[in-house]
């Protein structure tokens, strides 16, 4: 028990108050991580608490003293600068100790005793024997410990610290790291610490805090603003809390008063910048005006040479600013502080603040960081140098596909300062024809048109009016859905401009509207020579161009061409930054991945597309990271998650207009349906979509040119129909959508056009049938098989080809690595899966007339093109039956097609 001295102990000239915690407010929060935190370092020889003023060090160490000083041995000493004298410091430790074990039999001269100064050796011996003397558990506070200036007396404490029994444990809370040998306490597993962090508050205690200040709960977003904004600062949270607390609206009073307390204004200019020196003073209040500093940046602003030291004194006296990175180059300010600071700036030096800015937008403009250096250009108010920096960023912002930052930024400048710089006024148009923003674009291009025919005729008006005419066919191509409409989707003369990136642009938009049209081989060749144009030096279009590819193969059923050009693009876009043109690799390889079963690193890879899909500068992007990964989702039985992500990407394309992606999303909610057994959400679902107006309008009723939206849109119906057990009509659909899918030449989705006509003849009873479909599916993709694309489209699938494996109807033996990559589809019932890989063989499908008048023309050794002009057949169509035939001989080699072909026409096959 704590007893005051009487009057004649000769440790009665020591004040009372310092020997004992200091009376803490009423309003208390549990901070029991902290404390206990603080409980395990006690069994070691120091606890070191550091951490800015108004953090609540003393708080903390009050509530932790209070809650164990009846089961403990505890000494108090809370220190103040008078302490820098060795005779005071050494008699207040003393008599600290004293306080609460009475028999501590140290003695230190006072002033009062001696005019003398205190050997410092001495003082530290006569503690130190009188610690070991002591001989039982003691723990000693020691608080503000950071205005203890005077090295020599630090030192002696470190010896002190040193050599103290181990029965002696010491906590010292101080705003900055203190010189003592830390580092081999911390060797010897003797040093716990706690920092801002472990003192901050979080929701929880803010909450708690909020409840008790204002007398009402706050609201989860009141909470969650005021620990951004503060960082859980306490003393910042506290006066925001005091001053909402004296209004009604505690929401609003909050938001107003963390903007603009006087409290905290006045906390930091009174103990905070009042306490440095003039130069210190400056440099806080004018570096201020940048959100992140380092020392090179610092010196460019003040024109001085030791910025980097300041940076490291100011961390070292916690003086809240906080490191960036673990090198210590970056640091900010508190966000508070910074506020505050921004005040005194304004009202100290706001004639240099436009200069400043201007500084700071030259450095890091020189350092390649155009996001720091743009807003400070402008803050500048130098519009020449906006003007020059614009133009600078959007030419490298182009190359690496950042359509999002040159839209945002070219907007800030007027149609005056635009029209001016050529090179922005195209960067401007293009990014929005690209971002599929076409009306936007239609109105900016014809008002650069129109200044334009009044500007002076000079060479760069001529080079300008030739972009904008290039500006407008990209436009043009790009805008135009509708099949065959007029573009021509070859690469002319014109193509070769030396404006390299609208050059290549061009020729990428006309490959994108040759896939559209399917015009396969018209689409590889207008992409690779948008990459030949294009170089190295534009690795967004470049890498575009590789997927467009990448899109053709797949459609044809080249997966593992398909697959390799994925992964060789995600491969050279993971050497740079994640920007868009990894967005793009990236998400091309996560749908390959999946359609390869491998369902983790698919997953993985959308996962970490997703929170930078706000740089895709398409849709198509966006629309198929959120479709692999509700498909995902699905897979593995979290509908719900499922459900959200399509209902998010629905809202999204809605927007936009997006028919083409809204069709995937209407076929995955309908198969989400179907998969959950819920007839009533696939019913809302087909009706918001419109399927059964478009089947009575006979929208399906005949095969017509193949089109993706209109495709998607009839097999959800099918589903619908399917569901309600009216298989004839799901099957007169599905084949109507099966032959115009082959008259273009998609293999890829002819297959799975014949996995779900396997499936509805199953549902229907007819086995021989979808065992036929299954077969005919299997013959187009021999090498590959299904997808797992394939499977998740077509709820069912794996039943039918079970069954067709047990009972020996498989026209082909899978290869061994199918099987084993996607036996967790085709091992139902856990039979194995020899049957599938090692069936007996089934006799094999009869070749149609056509396939036997294309055999015949084989066998004669002539060339595709030479059987074209022959069977008046167009050239992709003839090497479409010669891929069925291929399959049906079971070869993957011309000879071995002429040999197998010779000898069934001997046959009279």
Request: proline fraction near 4%; include cysteine.
């Amino acid at each position: 028990m704590e007893r005051p001295a009487p009057l004649n102990d000769p440790l009665s000239h020591l004040l009372p108050t310092k020997l004992s915690p200091p009376q803490t407010a009423s309003v208390l929060v549990s901070r029991s991580a902290a404390l206990r935190k603080i409980d395990r370092g006690v069994g070691g020889k120091l606890v070191l608490v550091t951490a800015p003023l108004g953090s609540g060090k003393t708080t903390l160490l009050t509530q932790w003293y209070r809650e164990v000083r009846g089961s403990r041995l505890l000494a108090w000493l809370s220190l103040d600068e008078r302490d820098n004298a060795p005779e005071r410091f050494f008699s207040y430790l003393v008599g600290a100790i004293r306080r609460t074990a009475p028999e501590f039999d140290a003695y230190i001269a006072s002033q009062l005793d001696a005019q003398v100064a205190l050997p410092l050796d001495h003082a530290t011996t006569v503690v130190l024997r009188s610690l070991w003397n002591l001989g039982r558990e003691l723990v000693v506070v020691i608080d503000d410990f950071h205005v203890l200036r005077e090295r020599a007396l630090v030192r002696a404490f470190s010896y002190l610290l040193d050599h103290a029994p181990p029965h002696v444990h010491w906590i010292v809370s101080s705003r900055s790291p203190p010189e003592l040998d830390l580092a081999k306490l911390k060797l010897n597993e003797q040093l716990v610490t706690l920092d801002s962090r472990d003192l901050s508050l979080d929701g929880e205690a803010i909450h708690e805090l909020g409840q008790r200040l204002c007398g009402a709960a706050l609201a989860p977003e009141d909470v969650e603003y005021l620990r951004a904004r503060t960082e859980g600062w306490v003393a910042g949270v506290k006066l925001a809390l005091l001053t909402a607390g004296e209004h009604a609206s505690v929401s609003d009073a909050l938001r107003k008063a963390i903007g603009s307390n006087h409290d905290v204004a006045r906390y930091l200019a009174d103990v905070v910048l009042r306490e440095q020196t003039e130069e210190v003073h400056a440099f806080l209040v004018l570096s201020s005006v940048v959100d992140r500093l380092n020392g090179e940046l610092c010196n460019a602003l003040l024109g001085i040479t030791h910025g980097a030291a300041l940076l490291a004194e100011l961390e070292r006296a916690q003086l809240f600013i906080q490191s960036l990175d673990t090198q210590h180059q970056w640091y900010r300010y508190h966000p508070l502080f910074l506020d505050f600071l921004r005040t005194q700036l304004a009202c100290t030096y706001g004639d240099r603040i436009p200069r400043l800015h201007r500084e700071a937008s030259a450095w890091f403009a020189e350092h390649a960081m155009p996001d720091e250096a743009l807003p400070h250009a402008f803050a500048s108010g130098d519009r020449g140098w906006c003007l020059e920096l614009t133009v600078r960023c959007v030419e490298a912002w182009m190359r690496e596909g950042e359509i999002a930052s040159v839209l945002h930024w070219t907007t800030k400048l007027t149609a005056e300062e635009t029209l001016r710089s050529p090179a922005i006024c195209v960067a401007h148009i293009a990014c929005l024809i690209l971002s599929r923003r076409f009306a936007p674009a239609s109105l900016a291009l014809r008002d650069a048109q129109r200044r334009l025919q009044t500007a002076p005729s000079d060479p760069e008006r001529e080079r300008l009016s030739r972009q904008l005419s290039r500006l407008a066919l990209l436009h043009a191509v790009l805008s135009d859905s509708a099949p065959g409409a007029g573009i021509e989707l070859e690469a002319s003369p014109g193509d070769e401009d030396p404006d390299v990136f609208m050059a290549g642009a061009v020729l990428a938009a006309k490959a994108y509207q040759a896939l559209r049209l399917n015009r396969f081989n018209a689409m590889r060749r207008l992409a690779l020579i948008a990459r030949e144009t294009l170089g190295l030096n534009n690795p967004y279009m470049v890498g575009y161009t590789d997927v467009l590819i990448a899109l053709a193969d797949r459609a044809q059923g080249h997966m593992k061409d398909a697959s390799d050009r994925c992964e060789a693009a995600f491969e050279r876009a993971s050497r740079g930054r994640r920007n868009p043109v990894w967005v793009n690799a990236a998400t091309a390889l996560a749908t390959t991945r999946y359609d390869q079963n491998r369902l983790d690193e698919a997953e993985a890879l959308c996962m970490e597309v997703l929170p930078l899909l706000s740089q895709a500068t398409v849709f198509e992007t966006f629309a198929v990271a959120y479709l692999v990964l509700a498909r995902i989702k699905s897979i593995r039985g979290k509908y719900a998650e499922a459900s959200q992500l399509l209902d998010y990407l629905h809202s999204v394309l809605e927007c936009g207009h997006q028919t083409r992606f809204l069709a995937h999303v209407c076929g995955e909610k309908i198969r989400l349906g179907l998969m959950e057994q819920s007839p009533a959400r696939m019913k809302v679902v087909a009706q918001e979509f419109g399927l059964g107006e478009r089947m009575r309008r006979g929208e399906w009723s005949e095969r017509r040119f193949y089109d993706e939206t209109w495709e998607q849109l009839g097999v959800a119906q099918a589903w619908v129909l399917m569901a309600r057990g009216r298989n004839d009509r799901a099957h007169g659909l599905l084949e109507t959508l099966r032959a115009s899918a082959h008259d273009a030449g998609c293999v890829a989705r002819e297959t799975a056009l014949l996995a779900a006509l396997a499936v509805c003849h199953w549902r229907a009873g007819d086995a021989t049938a979808a065992f036929a479909a299954v077969n005919r599916g299997f013959a187009l993709v021999p090498r590959f098989g299904f997808t797992r694309g394939v499977f998740d489209e077509t709820p069912g699938l794996q039943e039918v080809i079970v069954a067709a494996a047990t009972q020996r109807k498989l026209s082909h033996v899978l290869p061994a690595r199918y099987a084993e990559r996607y036996q967790d589809l085709l091992s139902l019932g856990g039979g194995g899966l020899d049957g599938l890989t090692a069936l007996p063989r089934a006799p094999r499908e009869s070749l149609t007339e056509r396939e036997l008048q294309m055999i015949k023309l084989l066998a004669q050794g002539l060339s595709n093109q030479e059987i074209s002009e022959r069977s008046n057949v167009a050239l992709s169509t003839t090497k479409w039956h010669l891929r069925n035939v291929f399959a049906k001989l079971d070869v993957t080699t011309r000879t071995a097609a002429i040999v197998k072909a010779r000898e069934r026409l001997e046959r009279n096959l």
